[in-house]
C-alpha cells in the first residue's frame, strides 16, 4: 500500500473503501496536516448524509474510482462530525485519540476473534434448547386459539374430515402458522447462540438449525423404525399441527420446503442479532464525548 501524498488531491470524488472492502462513503475534502505536508485528513461523506472525517495516512488508490483507508466501519460512524472549516488543533487531537482507541479494539477483537471465535457447540446446544422451548410454547398458543376458534390445523385431514373452512384454506392457515412459529422460535434460539459466543453469530444460528434438524431427523427414524409409541415427535406434538407424510403432496412438499428455509433463516439472522449486541458494547466504550 502506498502512503498518501500530495496526490489525494485528485483523490476527491472517489468513493472510500474502509477495512474488509466495506463502502464508507465519497471523499468530498482533505485537508493539510499542521506543517502544511500532505493532507492527512479527509472528509467522507455517507449515504445518511453527515460527513466525517477519516485519516488519510496508509491510504492508497482502490481501483481506479476508490480509495482504501485503514478504518473500520465502527470507528468511521463514531468519528466526530466533520467541521465547516479547517478541523482545529483540538479537533485533530480527538481524531487520533478516537481513530487509535478504535485500532486498538479492532486489534484486540481480531485477537480475541482468532483465540475465541468459530462454531461453539454449546451455544449452539443452548440456542436449540430455548428453540425448542419456544416451538412447544408458541404452538401450544396457536394451537389453542385454533381450537377456541372451531378451525382444524391438522393438515394431514381428509376433506369429509375437516369442519369449517375448506381444506385449501385450512392448508394454507395451517402451513403459514406452522412456518411463523419455527421461525419465531429458530430466531430466538440464534439470538442466544449469538449472544453465547460472541463471535460469529451467524454461523453459531446455523448450529441451532442444523441441530435441530439433525435431532428431527433422527427421533423421526428412531419412530419409523421401533413404531409409532417411540415416535417423540407425535407424542409431544411439536408444534401440534401435522402434515401428512404417507402420500406427500406438492402442497406438502412446497410447506417443508418454506418451514425448513425459513427457519434457517431466522436462525442465521437471529445468530447475526445476538452478536450485534457485544459489538454495540464495544462501540459504546469509545464514543467521544
Keep these: 500500500m ?7 488531491e485528485s483523490w476527491i470524488g472517489r468513493t472510500v473503501h474502509g477495512r474488509g472492502g466495506v463502502k464508507l462513503g465519497r471523499l468530498t475534502r482533505v485537508f493539510p496536516s499542521d506543517g502544511g505536508g500532505p493532507p492527512t485528513w479527509g472528509v467522507v461523506k455517507s449515504r445518511r448524509g453527515g460527513g466525517r472525517l477519516v485519516p488519510l ?13 485503514p478504518v473500520d466501519r465502527g470507528a468511521f460512524r463514531t468519528a466526530p462530525v466533520a467541521p465547516d472549516g479547517e478541523p482545529t488543533a483540538q479537533v485533530r487531537s480527538d481524531l487520533d485519540r478516537h481513530y487509535a482507541e478504535r485500532g486498538a479494539l479492532a486489534a484486540a477483537h481480531e485477537r480475541q476473534h482468532e483465540r ?56 394454507l392457515i395451517g402451513g403459514a402458522l406452522l412456518l411463523a412459529v419455527l421461525a419465531l422460535s429458530y430466531f430466538g434460539g440464534g439470538y442466544v447462540a449469538g449472544r453465547l459466543a460472541r463471535f460469529d453469530g451467524a454461523r453459531n444460528g446455523f448450529g441451532v438449525w442444523a441441530l435441530g434438524l439433525l435431532v428431527t431427523a433422527a427421533l423421526t427414524a428412531v419412530g419409523a423404525i421401533a413404531g409409532a409409541r417411540y415416535n417423540l415427535l ?19 412438499v412446497v410447506t417443508l420446503t418454506a418451514v425448513t428455509l425459513a427457519s434457517l433463516a431466522a436462525a442465521v439472522l437471529g445468530g447475526k442479532a445476538g452478536e450485534r449486541y457485544h459489538r454495540k458494547v464495544e462501540r459504546a466504550a469509545t464514543i467521544v464525548e
Design 57 to 69: 495516512d496508509g491510504a492508497a488508490a482502490h481501483g481506479e474510482r476508490g480509495v482504501a483507508v
Design 234 to 252: 407425535e407424542q409431544i406434538q411439536v408444534p401440534a399441527m401435522s402434515i401428512p407424510t404417507t402420500a406427500l403432496t406438492i402442497g406438502g
Design 116 to 171: 475465541f471465535g468459530g462454531l461453539k457447540a454449546g451455544a449452539s446446544f443452548f440456542g436449540w434448547l430455548v428453540a425448542v422451548g419456544l416451538t412447544v410454547l408458541l404452538g401450544a398458543a396457536v394451537a389453542g386459539v385454533a381450537a377456541a376458534a372451531g378451525v382444524s390445523l391438522d393438515l394431514a385431514s381428509s376433506p369429509a374430515q375437516a369442519a369449517g373452512p375448506p381444506p385449501e384454506t385450512v392448508g
Design 2 to 8: 502506498t502512503t498518501a501524498g500530495h496526490e489525494t
